[in-house]
């Protein structure tokens, strides 16, 4: 049976700025790099935390853009354990929020960036009293 979500996956248009954004900005680690049967780049994978994983492919050439109604990938959430800090981290790197650090209707406390393709990143401290914690 399943025992969790392995990984999530990102076709990327520049590795490097996707790098820089997922492990310079975002703190994340570089583990390996696979190349394909020709030897090319192919995919990067990036470690969040203990087994917890992100898949950077090469040879993204088109955007999509994602608005709320659009069927399919919505978001990435990542938890953490101090909204503002995270806020306040990705500030001094010289990121913009699109959403400042709120409390959103579940009662769990959010901000929001675009990662340099414009997928849509949720950070997210959960409130004690918020149903993902009491279900």
């Not at 050439?61 to 503002?84: F, M, P, R, W």
């Not at 800090?85 to 959010?110: F, R, S």
Request: hydrophobic share 35%; proline share 4%; net charge negative.
């Amino acid at each position: 049976m399943i025992k969790r979500i392995g990984h999530t996956a990102f076709t990327v248009e520049n590795m490097e700025k996707s790098l820089e954004f997922y492990c310079d900005k975002l703190g994340f680690q570089k583990l390996f790099e696979l190349h394909n049967q020709n030897n090319e780049p192919w995919i990067v994978y990036v470690k969040v935390c203990e087994g917890q994983f992100i898949e950077l492919f090469y040879g993204g050439k088109k955007k999509n853009e994602i608005a709320a109604s659009t069927i399919g990938y919505q978001h990435l959430c990542l938890e953490v354990n101090d909204i503002n800090e995270i806020a306040n981290h990705l500030k001094a790197k010289g990121l913009t929020l699109d959403v400042e650090p709120k409390q959103g209707l579940d009662m769990n406390y959010q901000c929001w960036v675009k990662d340099p393709d414009g997928n849509r990143i949720e950070f997210m401290q959960l409130h004690p009293d918020s149903p993902q914690v009491n279900n």
